[in-house]
């Protein structure tokens, strides 16, 4: 019997899109469309002509095209949907929220036409506005529309608190939760390494820069890099959270979810650790929070619910 292999389409063939669509080739998480505007058809072509000859020195079966045409989208397991503008060197996120909403509009269109089955995941930003977006222009069930932010911010926590101890990555387990704006919440109380809770480790004022650096991580390479945002840590992201669907992981990762009544917010679409699975998400955890907490988290909704108030559906 013929194995039939998953298919992931990457809407948006830019930094994240290229390097994410590279990156589920290497995992061979399925066969991989790479998909932009017509006018760069040619250069999204020629990246996925390029990944695919880089296949037999890698040793990795996944297809990779380039494409304009949403045909080559359809029926798609996955769509990530990296289209849009990124923010330069002193701009926040939320400047990009007019351009992006239209982007990702027309976008979903095409999607809900192409792939009506497909589970999607946003990455565009202001990320928490544009999965409110996404959700309202798709019209799919909630557990099947994801937006990418918290998997990506804990990454940079536990790269920090990895250096600041000088341990391995891999024994650092941390949470951030809320928007993905300079008030997202890391969770200092549930962070832990090698399962000794971080805040017997390191000192509160050293706690406390991690947790300003986390917040404002995607502006310091903003500026560092000059022209554009981070990329390799997002696909990274975005590939984690691709693989724990398409294998029904069911993973505890923060990602953002619509919110009907959890953590007390209505309608909103933020980040929270859930249960990702074959069926997306699967369940939403809600954490007992200290007040302090809880304040923090608020905040974060205010700022969410601020930029998402302007977008017109
Ligand atoms: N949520 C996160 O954690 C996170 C992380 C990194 C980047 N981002 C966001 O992701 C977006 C992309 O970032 P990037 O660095 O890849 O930018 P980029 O400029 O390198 O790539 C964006 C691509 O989108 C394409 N595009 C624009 N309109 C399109 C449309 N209608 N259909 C298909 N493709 C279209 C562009 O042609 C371009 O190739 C930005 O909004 C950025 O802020 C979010
Ligand atoms: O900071 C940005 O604008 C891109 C992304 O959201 C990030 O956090 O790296």
């Known amino acids: 019997m013929a194995i039939t292999r998953k298919k992931i389409t990457v809407v948006g063939a830019g930094f994240t899109g290229a390097t994410t669509a590279l990156m589920l080739a290497q995992k061979e998480l399925g066969d991989v469309v790479l998909l932009d505007i017509p006018q760069l058809e040619n250069p999204t072509k020629g990246k996925a002509l390029d990944m695919l000859e880089a296949s037999p020195v890698q040793g990795f079966d996944s297809h990779i095209v380039g494409t304009s045409s949403y045909e080559d989208a359809k029926d798609s397991d996955i769509v990530i949907i990296t289209a ?3 923010r330069k060197p002193g701009m926040s996120r939320d400047d990009l929220v007019n351009t992006n909403a239209g982007i990702v509009k027309s976008v979903c269109e095409s999607v809900k036409t192409h792939a009506p089955n497909s589970t999607v995941i946003i990455l565009s930003n202001p990320v928490d506005a544009m999965t409110y977006v996404a959700y309202h222009s798709l019209g799919f069930p909630k557990n099947r529309v994801i937006g990418q932010s918290g998997v990506l911010d804990t990454a940079r926590y536990c790269t920090f608190i990895a250096q600041e101890l000088n341990v391995s990555v891999e024994d650092v387990r941390g949470f951030v939760l809320g928007g993905h704006g300079d008030d997202m919440v890391p969770l200092v109380r549930y962070s832990s390494v090698g399962g000794i809770p971080i805040d017997t480790l390191i000192p509160k004022d050293r706690i406390e820069a991690i947790v300003q650096r986390t917040r404002v991580g995607g ?38 979810a619509l919110l009907e009544g959890e953590y007390g917010y209505q309608d909103l679409f933020m980040g929270v650790p859930v249960i990702l699975g074959g069926d997306g998400i699967e369940k939403v955890f809600e954490l007992e ?18 930029v998402t108030s302007v977008v017109t559906l």
């Open 84 to 86: 849009g503008v990124a």
């Open 219 to 256: 502006g310091e390479i903003v500026n560092l890099l000059g022209n554009g945002s981070a990329y390799y840590a997002p696909a990274a992201s975005l590939v984690q959270m691709t693989e724990a669907i398409l294998k029904d992981k069911k993973r505890i990762l923060p990602v953002i």
């Open 289 to 306: 929070l200290t007040p302090e907490e809880k304040a923090a988290l608020d905040k974060s909704a205010e700022s969410v619910r601020s």
